[in-house]
């Protein structure tokens, strides 16, 4: 790619990045930051997780007007396009967002450990990049146990209907540790959280230094300290 191509590229992708907040945007926030996503490895050849994170995770929901919830928001767009693809969409995280959400999106503030949200509620729940988070208290979350994450896990299954589809991505790495505050999930401590229901749908990927190679030889569990893979996977409720 040329220089000239490359930086209107760039500065495309700047400008939809200043627009992504504008209030008037609403559910085309998700379809910019999206898109710019996907000019991104043009750019610079870096692939951000997230894209093909969010692609996975709508491949794998079932049709409008199913009820999803999403955890662990935070100030994620992840919401903004279920609600526009017509889902019952809601979403949770321990503290509110930086905006407000829109009507057709319902916001519970709530702790992932210990959900009020009643059993057999949702059609799917979605959770992206969460698990290695939980009890580490990167983001002043409460400290926990290291093996937090599988009551949290425990939690979601809870609160899906019988039959419904829990979507997890998260970090793998040759074993399980921390790293930058970070839980890297090693290949026992996956297959002992796949247990948890039915696997339905997993795919690994792995960063080789500048951008994601999808991983058909394990090369998710040979990373090493810093560096890390990737595991998508459906787990249906038993």
């Known amino acids: 790619m040329s220089q000239l191509i490359k930086k209107k590229a760039l500065k495309i992708v700047e400008i939809a990045w200043s627009k992504i907040n504008h209030p008037k945007l609403g559910n085309f926030r998700f379809d910019i930051l999206n898109f710019a996503y996907q000019l991104l490895p043009l750019i610079n050849g870096l692939n951000n997780p997230r894209f093909f994170e969010w692609q996975f ?23 903004f396009k279920l609600a526009a693809l017509g889902y019952k969409t809601h979403c949770l995280d321990q503290k509110k967002p930086d905006y407000k959400f829109p009507s057709n999106i319902f916001f519970h503030q709530d702790n992932l450990l210990k959900l009020k949200l009643r059993s057999n509620t949702f059609n799917a729940v979605t959770s992206i990049s969460v698990i290695e988070h939980i009890g580490m208290g990167k983001y002043k979350d409460p400290k926990a146990s290291q093996n937090s994450y599988l009551k949290a896990i425990m939690e979601m299954l809870r609160i899906l209907k019988p039959q419904g589809h829990l979507i997890i991505t998260t970090n793998t790495s040759n074993k399980t540790h921390i790293f930058n505050q970070e839980l890297c999930f090693g290949k026992k401590q996956l297959e002992k959280i796949f247990s948890l229901g039915k696997l339905l749908n997993l795919e690994y990927r792995y960063f080789n230094g500048r951008s994601w190679i999808i991983d058909n030889k394990n090369k998710a569990f040979k990373v090493k300290g810093s560096e890390f893979g990737l595991a998508m996977f459906v787990l249906k409720k038993n």
């Open 57 to 79: 995770a709508l491949k794998h929901l079932p049709k409008p007007p199913a009820k999803v919830i999403d955890v662990g928001t935070t100030n994620s767009l992840f919401p």
